[in-house]
């Protein structure tokens, strides 16, 4: 498991002093520029864009350099499923600061019930899951299968939320679905150190350097869907395993 590294006093003073205001005006600046741009760009590229430079003043703001490992492997798949360990939320500006290309992301439907964030979300044409039943959850599926078919990667946590502790949560097949189904490389991509810098119900940073690994796709040739299950558990198994291998403060 991972080890929990404790700021210190100054760090925790200058994150509240000086980090975390840094944080809400960059978000609220890029928030209402995406917001602007949404009311002409139904396509949600400008939007993508404005994110990723969103995500990149955050990882600046942080304090952490990024290191992308197998960046070289981004370029081989056109259409792909990327699918990541959820740690933190520092983990989405990670993946949109470093992830140099569109991409949309799964994500669940409560948040486009939340004013401004909801309207991005649906503007910009990122897909929402509703879990509330076996059907509408197949339903979300299918709509993320449509994005992928219609040349769109597409982007998401398997775990489904945050890990408390930072152990490895199980995954869920949803990723192995939509991958088969369209046809797709379901690709894994490690994040390595965000648990650290900002874990959950902590308010402060502790600024370390932080990894991006790109995995070896694992293809969904000849598979159905019948087979996302096994697909998801050799997902699961190569994240593990990397993230523990790059790794520098587990106990």
């Known amino acids: 498991m991972t080890q929990r590294v404790s700021a ?7 994150t509240y002093l000086v980090l975390t ?16 741009c949404a009311l002409w760009d139904r396509s949600g590229r400008q939007q993508h864009a ?15 350099p ?13 259409v792909a499923v990327y699918a990541s360990n959820h740690l933190s939320y520092y983990d989405t500006p990670l993946l949109f600061g470093r992830l140099p290309f569109q991409f949309r992301i799964i994500a669940k439907q409560g948040l486009w019930k939340i004013p401004f964030i909801g309207w991005y ?51 869920l097949s949803g990723c192995a679905f939509m991958a088969i189904k369209a046809g797709v490389p379901l690709v894994p991509v490690t994040l390595v150190g965000t648990y650290e810098l900002l874990p959950m119900h902590t308010y402060h940073l502790s600024p370390r350097p932080l ?19 096994a697909l998801t558990q050799r997902l699961q198994d190569v994240i593990t395993a990397t993230y523990f291998e790059h790794n520098d403060q587990q106990a």
């Open 8 to 14: 210190s006093p100054a760090m925790r003073w200058l």
């Open 21 to 36: 205001p840094l944080i809400g005006l960059s978000t609220t600046f890029f928030g209402c520029l995406a917001l602007t």
């Open 50 to 64: 404005i994110a990723q430079i969103w995500a990149r003043s955050l990882l600046r703001i942080s304090l952490s």
């Open 66 to 78: 990024v290191q992308v490992i197998g960046a070289e492997k981004l370029g081989r798949y056109p």
């Open 121 to 171: 979300l649906n503007r910009s044409g990122q897909v929402p899951v509703d879990q509330s039943s076996a059907r509408s959850a197949i339903a979300s599926l299918n709509r993320g299968v449509a994005a992928l078919r219609a040349g769109m990667p597409l982007v998401l946590f398997p775990e489904g939320g945050r890990t408390l502790d930072g152990k490895p949560q199980a995954y």
């Open 211 to 229: 990894k991006l690994v790109v995995g070896d796709a694992l293809s969904t040739e000849g598979l159905t869907t019948r087979d996302a299950d």
